[in-house]
T-cell receptor, first 113, second 114 residues
Framework: GNSVTQMEGPVTLSEEAFLTINCTYT??????LFWYVQYPGEGLQLLLK?????DKGSNKGFEATYRKETTSFHLEKGSVQVSDSAVYFCALTDTGTASKLTFGTGTRLQVTL | KAGVTQTPRYLIKTRGQQVTLSCSPI?????VSWYQQTPGQGLQFLFEYFSETQRNKGNFPGRFSGRQFSNSRSEMNVSTLELGDSALYLC?????????????FGSGTRLTVV
């Protein structure tokens, strides 16, 4: 079955530091890949997505590239802010059962001044 | 455009009771999915409805059920509540039928079973 593996958190960074959160996946076919973010007490917000190999999703300074050869979709940001503190989830939907999201376990990011 | 609306936001129930949660999707979105989020199990898929039909179902016992109305609003029901059903229940909607569009999530209903 499908699965998503994320790096364990929490990740603690100083403001303006570079962020990488690793995500690898297992899926049949050609899944669509997503990053969602969850702020305390809230639901999930779609951060970015990529639907085919070598696509780069980007939003609010965050980027992730769909790497089929390494089955990865790592999230990066050049300079984090305190307001980026949240839990980040990597997820996929496959082409067979496109109506279901499979999530990673989430990575908590804490950014300090 | 209004987002995905879930009601109620918080709920406290006693073991053995049943509960109904409601979700109003974004206008025009016909696909509605439900997820359970717990610290131990993370985010788990419950079921997905499209045009009033259940199209996909996760690995949850039959105590968990749902339905979708003609206006795309959805409800999920949990009968004979157990302590382990305490969780954040998230509803998500999507306009198109393909997987390439991301879901839009609501703020969730936090259910506590005592």
């Amino acid at each position: 079955g499908n699965s998503v593996t994320q790096m364990e958190g929490p990740v603690t960074l100083s403001e303006e530091a570079f962020l990488t959160i690793n995500c690898t996946y297992t899926a049949t076919g050609y899944p669509s890949l997503f990053w969602y973010v969850q702020y305390p007490g809230e639901g999930l917000q779609l951060l970015l997505k990529a639907t085919k190999a070598d696509d780069k999703g980007s939003n609010k300074g965050f980027e992730a590239t769909y790497r089929k050869e390494t089955t990865s979709f790592h999230l990066e940001k050049g300079s984090v802010q305190v307001s980026d503190s949240a839990v980040y989830f990597c997820a996929l939907t496959d082409t067979g059962t496109a109506s279901k999201l499979t999530f990673g376990t989430g990575t908590r990011l804490q950014v300090t001044l | 455009k209004a987002g995905v609306t879930q009601t109620p936001r918080y709920l406290i129930k006693t073991r053995g009771q049943q509960v109904t949660l409601s979700c109003s999707p974004i206008s025009g979105h016909r696909s509605v999915s439900w997820y359970q989020q717990t610290p131990g199990q993370g985010l788990q898929f419950l079921f997905e409805y499209f045009s009033e039909t259940q199209r996909n179902k996760g690995n949850f016992p039959g105590r968990f059920s749902g339905r979708q109305f003609s206006n795309s609003r959805s409800e999920m029901n949990v009968s004979t509540l157990e302590l382990g059903d305490s969780a954040l229940y998230l509803c998500a909607s999507r306009e198109e039928v393909t997987g390439s569009d991301g879901y839009t999530f609501g703020s969730g209903t936090r259910l506590t079973v005592v």
